[in-house]
């Protein structure tokens, strides 16, 4: 392994979920829905396998009828236009979009900076890329019961050498959703010191209570510097698929294409005609989809509270992330390495998500994508 990956060994998702099928311990680590996506599109995408849609390589920007529900989507949701020739490109999920953003957009030694606790892939792609990666604390407030962005520390990140700002809201893993003021402030920064920005928004239709999601692109300034990252694993329950996207200014999305045609070329033929159909389904897929979450959120979160942990209620994504210290324990590695044994339940160690270590040292996260009954025992026998 060469120097640029020495550090990153195997993902805490594999090592995690491995565990869970030795122990046979309930899998709340790695965040995959137990219960797949809609009926009719799985139909959709035996239909387009049988049909002959996608069987052979698809073009490479995406199948226009998947660019075209991207686009259609983000116009309809949040106002935001985008010409589904020049401005989207189809990925191999999220994570491709991820890396082939990186590798087009960062010179060897730029800085890029993002918020810590980072989603694993982000450290393992900047590094790819030969940049350096400036971590941003988003720090737990008890008070609040939230992690906050601290936008003087996010300010003071920003050097000469910044190329790019790479964000993530919903955040996972503390389910923290930057308000409107937050990203404005972001925005500003951003067109002040001429900043890229990618910005992961994967859990973009799992938000609770009062909290909304609004892409950093509608801010002034931003559509021409920005790439939107999304993707249907977490919104339509297809993490196998491996169908994402990124929209963005033609000349981005020209440079992630750049990468990414020598990275998979293109991926999932057949997946993407049925993610199309996805993207289209009528707004009560998502209402309920929102709905179903949240009452699983407010299970796990009453269970956890209850068997003692300090529990940060997250305002979006499937995670809750918690703090062990109430539990008598202070190492979350340690902790989530014996769970399983002591009571048959996987959590990922937030450190992982951390160059500063004894920041994220407490902090356990739990992934509710789960079937009530399976998180009701998951609870039962925490309490236990
Ligand atoms: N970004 C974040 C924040 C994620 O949590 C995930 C996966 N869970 C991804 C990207 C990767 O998404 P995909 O499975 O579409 O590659
Ligand atoms: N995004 C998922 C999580 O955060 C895992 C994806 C993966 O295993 N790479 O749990």
Known sequence: LN??????GTTIFAEMSALALSTGAINLGQGFPDTDGPEEIREAAVRALRDGRGNQYPPGPGVPELRTAVTAHQQRRYGLSYDPDTEVLVTAGATEAIAAALLALVEPGDEVIAFEPYYDSYAACIAMAGGRRV??????????GRFRLDLDELRDAVTDRTRLLLINTPHNPTGTVLTRGELAAIAELA???????????????????????????TFPGMRERTLTISSSGKTFSFTGWKVGWVTGAPELVTAVRSAKQYLTYVSAG???????EALSLPESYFTDFRADMLSKRDLLAAGL??????????SGTYFITTDVRPLGETDGFAFCRALPER??????????????REEGAPFVRFAFCKRTEVLEEAVKRLKA
């Open 3 to 8: 120097r640029r990956l020495a550090e990153f």
């Open 343 to 356: 009571a048959g339940v996987v959590a990922i160690p937030n450190a992982v998500f951390y160059d500063h």
């Open 305 to 314: 509270a209850e068997a003692g942990f300090r529990v940060y209620r997250p």
């Open 135 to 144: 971590p941003v604390t988003l720090r737990a407030h008890e008070d609040e």
């Open 191 to 217: 067109v002040e010191r001429d900043l890229l920005v990618v910005t992961d928004e994967v859990y973009e239709h799992l938000v609770f209570d009062d909290a909304e999601h609004v892409p950093l692109a």
């Open 270 to 276: 057949p997946f993407q005609y049925a993610v199309a």
